[in-house]
């Protein structure tokens, strides 16, 4: 009875336009067709029975059912794309699909809220994350219930294949076409912003999918515009209002299909590390391998280039121990080679370097695309000593290769020298060689991670978090206390007097002034306010911890530096209105809604800014990445923390040794005080060895660079520290 009086509901709605009311059943499925009516009817039946309701209150049901639906409606589109036999078997695999998800909700063992709050803090894949944490991932469970229900084996096979490969199983053409066209509209979805939850988290296009279906041979724009008319029309039926996927975001879409293509590289490629640390060839370094020695985990929970960078140089350092190792990034408007990232002796001074296109030996393998070893420097005609004379360093022996992802180049890593002064070897340079293939794959992905979440997270003109995010940031109870305290409070601010020529808003003009506005919300917010640009016109501050007076203080504030910045202009004056409202957390779920009322007019902005290609924006964003981080204090006398630890150390060069006194102590610098004379010299290597005064009475064993010599007491840098060590 529900399913007939929704069905005539459809019929007889303004979308079919008939001029007479049809109340007979049978009427209506010759408007709509069997078809129609067969997908409704399983559609409703799905939803009722197994998806209305969950267990966990970060499982949104409703954002979940929606990606069902949509990738139900856009797996039957590229079924006709594809031209396979029959799309509405299609789309019920592609309604099926994620059905895993709800049985881990309801029958699981763990919490799949917590799972979905895991995801929100780390880099890993929602499948990835399932398997670690459940055990199982939600395309095996739902492939499971699917077979003991009986349903016919080619949906069970897309359920289960839709995350995993299957290039070796004996499937027929069929099978395979089916399960590659669920796979695609799952991905297509997500690049859309109607993922199965509300986090940037696209998942990864089996290799086998793009060599059962050519992706560029469909329009796929027209594709998941047919698909978001659909669900317009479907969320009717359902008497929903889903949460809106604004416009088509074709940037969007084609930034994740490259960012899927390096997925699929990084995770069916071996971590080179892993046959090394196999072979336990503990002569490479003197950590231990097992602890230590690994690349693919590390990298695939980095969480931004820097993050990968330092994890890749880390490794470099573990396996290679060299003097002195770097990337060099190409700047893509001079060709200059960059000294991007520095690890060793003169880092201080080679940080931010440059060396002219072509030049040197990085500049050869540059231009090259060619790995290199050079043994003795002095014989080699390409080496440029340019860099020896600033920083007072003699390089001998030098291996480097480049950065490159197909086509792509836009880096070189090099190392020079080896703590045991002996030469690289031809191994040395294929291990590396490896690493750095495996490496440049990681940052291509996290580049276009990177530039996803700014599309989605960011406004472009202002660089200010956008609409999407403050929904998100109030979306929950607990995350607004844990954020924001018990009592907060919001400034709506509306610019007035913004220019419309010719009916057509914005304009370089409109530009300047919003972005004159944004500085100025920047300048006088506290370090833990949070700033939105919500529309066009209109920004949101919201302050942690702030009462009624203190965000009156704020608003006056604005508004006084404001004043200053914006002289009285007759023809286009600019004002800046403000709002302020004081808010309990526990309230904090109406606050949406709070803004709507009061923004009923605000128009969405959408980020598509063109995200441009890695080769010619590399550079840049890690010399922007390296700005922010803040350089390092002056190591005086009050760094770390002060202790009192009786040690060893044993010199590398000479193998002197003797006792010390560790004084101070942090996660990169050690501070201590030496038994008797010696010939340590600033800039010598130290192997030392101390206990902690912690309940487990830890050892540490460690190599350290002798940074300051003032009579017995020496100041030392951690050789190569890990990438969370931090002062």
């Known amino acids: 009875p529900g399913i007939s009086v929704r069905v005539l509901e459809i019929v007889n709605s303004a979308m079919y336009g008939l001029k007479r009311k049809i109340t007979a059943l049978s009427e209506a499925v010759v408007f709509l067709g069997l078809d129609e009516i067969k997908k409704l009817a399983i559609g409703m039946t799905v939803f009722e029975k197994l998806f209305k309701t969950g267990r966990a209150e970060k499982f949104d049901r409703l954002l979940f059912w929606r990606h069902c639906i949509s990738v139900a409606v856009l797996s039957m589109e590229i ?4 031209r396979y036999p029959d799309p509405e078997e299609a789309y019920i695999a592609g309604l099926l699909h994620d059905i895993g998800k709800v049985l881990l909700d309801i029958q699981g063992q763990v919490n799949y809220g917590d799972l979905i709050n895991e995801l929100e803090n780390t880099a890993d894949l929602v499948i990835e994350k399932e398997r670690s944490l459940l055990g199982l991932g939600h395309d095996d469970v739902g492939a499971f219930f699917c077979s003991l229900w009986k349903l016919p084996e080619k949906l069970s096979m897309a359920v289960k294949y839709h995350h995993q490969p299957f290039e070796h199983l004996s499937l027929t053409h069929e099978e395979k076409h089916l399960i590659s066209i669920v796979s695609a509209a799952d991905f297509l979805c997500w690049t ?13 296009l089996p290799p086998e999918v793009e060599k059962t279906i050519d992706l560029s041979s469909i329009n796929l724009i027209d594709c998941i515009q047919r698909m978001n008319k659909e669900v317009d029309n479907i969320s009717k039926f359902y008497h929903f ?3 809106s996927a604004n416009q088509l975001k074709e940037n969007l879409l084609w930034t994740n ?3 899927s293509k390096a997925n699929t590289r990084y995770y069916y490629q071996e971590d080179p590390l892993t046959r090394l640390r196999e072979e336990g060839d503990s002569s490479k370094s003197r950590m231990s391998f097992e602890m230590e020695l690994e690349l693919g985990k590390p990298l695939a929970k980095a969480k931004n280039i820097k993050e990968v960078l330092d994890i890749v140089m880390y490794q470099v350092g573990l396996v290679f121990e ?15 080679m960059v000294f991007s990232v520095v690890v060793g002796s003169s880092k201080d001074k080679l940080q931010g370097a440059r060396l002219p296109k072509g030049e040197g030996l990085a500049g050869y393998i540059m231009e090259k695309g060619e790995a290199l070893i050079v043994e003795d420097v002095e014989k080699d005609s390409r080496f440029s000593s340019r860099v020896d004379q600033y920083t007072g360093f003699k390089t001998r022996s030098i291996i480097g ?13 090099e190392l020079i020298n080896k703590i045991n002064e002996e030469k690289f070897t031809g191994k040395d340079l294929k291990i590396l060689s490896s690493i750095a293939e495996y490496a440049a794959i990681a940052i291509e992905r996290a580049y276009y991670n990177q530039a996803l979440t700014a599309l989605a997270t960011k406004d472009a003109l202002t660089g200010l978090k956008n609409r999407w995010s403050f929904e998100r940031a109030v979306s929950s109870k607990d995350d607004v206390m844990k954020r924001y305290g018990t009592i907060f409070s919001m400034l709506i601010t509306v610019v007035d007097g913004l220019r419309d020529d010719e009916g057509i808003s914005g304009g370089t003009g409109n530009d300047d002034v919003l972005k004159r506005i944004a500085e100025i919300l920047n300048t006088t917010k506290r370090r833990q306010d949070d700033i939105f640009r919500y529309g066009e016109d209109t920004f949101i501050l919201l302050l942690p911890l702030t009462y009624a007076d203190d965000a009156d203080l704020a608003k006056h504030r604005i508004l006084k530096t404001f004043s200053s910045a914006f002289t009285p202009n007759l023809q286009a004056p600019i004002q800046l209105q403000i709002q302020a409202y004081t808010v ?6 109406h606050l949406k809604t709070l803004v709507k009322g009061v923004l009923p007019k605000s128009k969405l902005l959408l980020n598509d800014s063109r995200v441009k290609e890695i080769e010619d924006n590399l550079q840049t964003l890690v010399e922007k990445e390296n700005k922010k981080t803040e350089p390092d204090a002056d190591k005086g006398p009050a760094f770390g923390k002060a202790v009192s630890l009786t040690g060893e150390f044993i010199r590398l060069k000479t193998r002197e040794s003797g006792y010390i006194q560790v004084e101070r102590l942090s996660m990169l610098t050690v501070g201590f005080r030496i038994s008797k004379s010696n010939r340590i010299e600033v800039n010598d290597f130290l192997d030392i060895k101390f206990i902690l005064d912690d309940l487990k009475k830890s050892i540490i064993d460690r190599r350290v660079v002798v940074r300051e010599i003032k009579a017995t007491y020496i100041l030392a840098d951690f050789y190569n520290p890990p990438p969370y060590a931090k002062d």
């Open 79 to 82: 079924a006709k794309e594809t």
């Open 192 to 204: 859309q912003g109607i993922g199965s939850f509300d986090i940037i988290r696209p998942p990864i």
């Open 241 to 243: 209002v889903f949460p």
């Open 257 to 259: 299909l490259k960012l």
């Open 322 to 336: 060299p003097l002195h190792w770097s990337i060099l990034l190409k700047d893509p408007k001079t060709e200059d």
């Open 401 to 413: 290769t480049p950065l490159k992802t197909g086509d792509k180049m836009f880096g070189v890593i």
């Open 584 to 589: 309990s957390a526990e309230d904090s779920v």
